[in-house]
T-cell receptor, first 116, second 111 residues
Framework: DAGVIQSPRHEVTEMGQEVTLRCKPI?????LFWYRQTMMRGLELLIY????????DSGMPEDRFSAKMPNASFSTLKIQPSEPRDSAVYFC??????????????FGPGTRLTVT | DQQVKQNSPSLSVQEGRISILNCDYT??????FLWYKKYPAEGPTFLIS?????DKNEDGRFTVFLNKSAKHLSLHIVPSQPGDSAVYFC??????????FGAGTRLFVKA
């Protein structure tokens, strides 16, 4: 299995532009998570989905952020308009309830976003 | 409101010695605790976990201890190896799948 795939790996954009981050979870996983990592706040959960349905979006910082999961193999995190304070590494992770156990999450390599 | 706290930003240990990474939490409803390891330019990877009904879980060189009364857990790595140098995140869940992560502790293992 290829693991969780994220694209792009790096994104540099100007303030005010729309940014779309993409994620392909591990096949068969029924949970998908979006996280943001910054020096100040560490690893924050933004939103997570179960079977493509958003379950908890309380971590989404403001209305400029939106996330979708149109099918089991694809999710997007969109920022519109982007601001310099959105600069961070964004991780996607997936998990499965099918195997029992701790239901650990499998993370993608992250997208490093820089907004100038 | 940090429910999971890792108060040591970094830790330096000599190769072969024990590394002890600490984590404190405030939410008594947490029922599962996990440790993740992260190398630069990679996503975190799962290392070891412990249920709240246990006080110890061991996997090879890695052991996690849970003290519920103190709301404290620790990760012990024995013996430490240079390849263990990474950022270690403590994480916790209170039922469901919502996972709260600590800020991480950077471990340096010196050869």
């Amino acid at each position: 299995d290829a693991g969780v795939i994220q694209s792009p790996r790096h994104e540099v954009t100007e303030m005010g532009q729309e940014v779309t981050l993409r994620c392909k979870p591990i096949s068969g996983h029924d949970y998908l998570f979006w996280y943001r990592q910054t020096m100040m706040r560490g690893l924050e959960l933004l939103i997570y989905f179960n079977n493509n349905v958003p379950i908890d979006d309380s971590g989404m910082p403001e209305d400029r952020f939106s996330a979708k999961m149109p099918n089991a193999s694809f999710s997007t995190l969109k920022i519109q308009p982007s601001e310099p304070r959105d600069s961070a590494v964004y991780f996607c992770a997936s998990s499965s309830t099918g195997t029992g156990g701790p239901y650990e999450q499998y993370f993608g390599p992250g997208t490093r976003l820089t907004v100038t | 409101d940090q429910q999971v706290k890792q108060n040591s930003p970094s830790l330096s240990v000599q190769e072969g010695r024990i590394s002890i990474l600490n984590c404190d939490y405030t939410n008594s409803m947490f029922d599962y605790f996990l440790w993740y390891k992260k190398y630069p330019a990679e996503g975190p990877t799962f290392l070891i976990s412990i249920s709240s009904i246990k006080d110890k879980n061991e996997d090879g060189r890695f052991t996690v201890f849970l003290n519920k009364s103190a709301k404290h857990l620790s990760l012990h790595i024995v013996p430490s190896q240079p390849g263990d140098s990474a950022v270690y995140f403590c994480a916790a869940r209170a039922g469901g799948f919502k996972t709260i992560f600590g800020a991480g502790t950077r471990l340096f293992v010196k050869a």
